[in-house]
């Protein structure tokens, strides 16, 4: 845990995690994560703006010890997921006084997962205030930057955006602003991908409002703040754009060679129309990696042997996770081989119910790929080519 300041009365108090490789029980962290919560101190009143993780409830104090912080009054909540306000009982406990603010939604969500004191809560709507004093701290509303009770808290005086998960990204840093956009892109276009990329529709509306504010600094409570806020928000409009790009991403499993052979030839005939193509195999694939390919890409195509009855498994978890991080994809299709059966294309096409793809004609073969089989990827290609065309990613 680490004090460290953003401006003249306004602390970083974060949590660094250099070496958790894992979160939600399902988020590859190669960067480690941090939980950053902020101090602001007011002329009268200090607040503290989200918490951290509970696994580091203990640095927490240590810093507002360090600061020398001996009242809280207010601690305002952005966001009810553990990594934020699972320290919040121990904050009141040790603050008796202090007060939460949070909206109504959040306040419903902490006292189920927190067991607390309703008495301690004040309730705040879209763009309502509360003053620190010399500071004054504005509310906004902005349901799904991850759940349904999520806001954005904004001091005005500063033109300080606290963001809580949005604009985050899971890099445990030394450095409290980000010094180096290359090194830091990667890992905020991963997070956008596992965590934002599902409510794309509703950051579209938030950045509206964002747009309005005039921002100087955004400070995530993950990852490195931003004084040059213009580097996120850029990358922000483009990954919710409707622009894709001329690529096609194809998460495959091979079990005896017959699937990863069509998928090598898929790949070359791609390449060979001028496609940019990102082969996942799904047995030793970080889910990371794929969900950033699915932010721009305009095509996918779903490669896998037939187990039994219907796709492997780790196609399954892929084509299932495709779905819930609902990418922006236009065109998909299913390449494999089966042995003697199945319902391999029905099972995946019932599983893109949230990203409806057009579907091109898939190509199935028993056992080897032959000549027909080679004839039909190459058919593929051609189609997805076209399609590329018809929307302007490809010159005609
Ligand atoms: Fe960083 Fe949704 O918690």
């Known amino acids: 845990m680490v004090v460290r300041t953003v401006i003249q009365d306004c602390y970083s108090i974060a ?9 939600d029980s399902l988020i590859p962290l190669p960067e480690g994560t941090s939980y950053n919560a902020y101090l602001v101190k007011g002329s009268q009143k200090t607040a503290l703006i989200d918490t951290v993780d509970p696994t580091k409830e203990l640095d927490l104090v240590c810093d507002l010890v360090r600061l020398g912080i001996d009242t809280i009054d207010y601690v305002i909540i952005n966001h009810a997921e553990q990594d934020h306000a699972g320290s919040l009982p121990m904050v009141l406990e040790l603050f008796p006084s202090s007060r939460v603010i949070t909206n109504e939604k959040c306040k419903e969500i902490l006292i189920h997962h927190l067991d607390l004191d309703e008495d301690r809560f004040i309730l705040v709507k ?3 205030t509360i003053s620190l004093g010399n500071k004054t701290l504005e509310f906004i509303i902005a349901p799904w930057v991850h759940w349904p009770e999520t806001m954005l808290t904004y001091l005005k005086e500063d033109r300080i955006l606290f963001s809580c998960d949005l604009f985050g990204t899971h890099y445990a840093s030394s450095d409290l602003f980000m010094k180096d ?5 990667i890992p905020a276009k ?5 965590i934002m990329m599902p409510f794309r529709a509703s950051i579209r509306g938030h950045m509206e409002k964002i747009g309005e504010l005039g921002i100087d600094i955004i400070a995530p409570s ?13 990358a922000y409009h483009e990954w919710i754009s409707d622009s894709v790009k001329n690529e096609v991403v194809i998460p495959y499993v091979s079990m005896h060679g017959s699937t ?3 998928v090598d030839h898929l790949t070359r005939a791609l390449i060979e129309r001028g496609i940019s193509v990102k082969p996942f ?6 889910t990371g990696n794929l969900a950033m390919s699915l932010v721009d890409a305009a095509t996918v195509v779903i490669a896998t042997p037939t187990v039994l009855f219907g796709p492997h498994p780790q196609i399954v978890y892929a084509t299932y996770l495709a779905n819930l991080l609902h990418p922006k994809v236009k065109f998909a299709s299913i390449i494999g081989s089966y042995g003697w059966g199945g319902k391999t294309i029905d099972m995946l096409k019932s599983m893109m119910t949230h990203i409806k793809p057009e579907l091109l004609e898939p190509v199935l073969v028993r056992g080897l790929p032959g000549e027909e089989c080679i004839k039909g990827l190459d058919r593929l290609a051609d189609e997805i080519a076209q399609k590329h065309k018809e929307i302007g990613l490809l010159p005609e």
């Open 181 to 185: 956009e290359k090194s830091i892109f």
């Open 281 to 286: 195999d799904m047995t030793v694939t970080d």
């Open 190 to 194: 991963r997070y956008y991908a596992e």
């Open 126 to 128: 879209d763009r309502e």
């Open 222 to 234: 993950h990852g490195p703040v931003y004084n040059n806020p213009a580097f996120i928000l850029n």
């Open 260 to 262: 990863r052979k069509m």
């Open 15 to 23: 949590a660094l995690d250099f070496d958790r490789r894992l979160f």
